[in-house]
C-alpha cells in the first residue's frame, strides 16, 4: 500500500472528528466542482471506513442471445473491470491567536476566523476538483463569440455540447460549469434572462444560475486555465473528502493559543465499461478522456 507524506508509518486510516458533519454543511455550499452537482460522492464513506484507497468495481453489461429450442442458453460469468480512487491531498489551516475564547473561535463555525479557514479551504478543494474534470473531459471546437452576437453565439454553443452528450447516451441531470464571463454574455439571452429562468428560487447555491437546455447552469471563478465551458454529470467523476475537524491547543513553539483543522480529499474521472477502453489487466485506460464531460474554449472577438 503506497503511504503519502501525511501519514505517520503504518497509518492506513483517519477516523472523523465529532464536528465533521456540522463543518460539511457550511463547506458545500461554498463549492461548485466538488459540489453533489458536479461529483458525486459515492464512495465517500467508504474513505472514512477503509482507508485511503477505494477499489471501484464496474460490472461489464452482459451480452443479449438468440434463444432457440435446439441450443437452449448459455451462461455469462460476470466481468468486472477496477479503477481506484485515492486520497491525494492533504491540506491543513493553522492559526496563532491570543485568546480562542476572547474571539470565540472554538465552538461556534460562524465566528469570523472559522468562516474565513472554510472559504480558504472550499476554494483549494475546488480548484484541484476543477482540475480533475477539466483533464479528464472531452475536448470539442472552440466556440466564437463576436461581440455583437455573443449571448446567441454561447447559446449555441451549449446547444453543441448538449448534442454531444445526447450522442454518447449520456443520461439527463447534466450539469454545465461556465466563467464568470461567459456568464455575463449568457445572462442576456432570453433564454436565460426571463425571470422565470434567472429569478428561479434556490438557483444560487453552489454557484447555480440557472436551468438550460437540460443543464443545471453553475458559474465559478475557480475555472482551470484554457477552458470557458465544462459539461457533463455527476456520475462521471467522484470526489471523496474527510475533515478531521477544528483543533484548539497551546502553541509549543509561540506563547499563543492555537486553532487548525485538516482536510483529507481526492478525486477522479469514473469509468465505465461501455464508454471508454478497458485494458487486458481489467482496468481502464484513464489517458483518454471521458465521454460523459465536455469542453470548450471561447474565441472573444
Known sequence: MTTYVYQQPGTTTFIPEIWDAELLTQFDPLLVWASPIVSNRKYEGSISKAGDVVHINS?????????????????????????????????????????????????????????????????EADTFMGGIIAAGATAVPNIAAPAASAPQALYGGILDLMLAL?????????????????????????????ASAYGEGGVTANGVVARLAGFTLLTTTAMPAGVDIVAGHSEFATYASQFTGFRQGQSEKYRADY??????????????????????????????PTKGIVKAAVDWS
Open 59 to 123: 460490472l461489464i453489461r452482459p451480452s443479449v442471445g438468440d434463444y432457440t429450442v435446439a441450443d437452449g442458453m448459455t451462461a455469462q460469468r460476470p466481468e468486472t473491470v477496477v479503477q481506484k480512487l485515492t486520497i491525494t491531498e492533504a491540506k491543513y489551516l493553522q492559526l496563532l491567536i491570543e485568546n480562542a475564547e476572547q474571539v470565540q473561535a472554538i465552538g461556534d463555525l460562524d465566528s469570523p476566523i472559522n468562516q474565513q479557514m472554510i472559504r480558504a479551504l472550499a476554494r
Open 166 to 194: 445526447d450522442e454518447a447516451d449520456i443520461p439527463g441531470g447534466r450539469y454545465a460549469v461556465v466563467s464568470p464571463r461567459v456568464k455575463r454574455h449568457l445572462i442576456e439571452h432570453p433564454a436565460i434572462s426571463n
Open 259 to 288: 486553532i487548525d483543522t485538516l482536510h483529507l480529499y481526492g478525486g477522479k474521472i469514473v469509468r465505465f465499461p461501455e464508454l471508454d477502453t478497458q485494458l487486458p489487466d481489467s482496468s481502464f485506460d484513464e489517458t483518454k
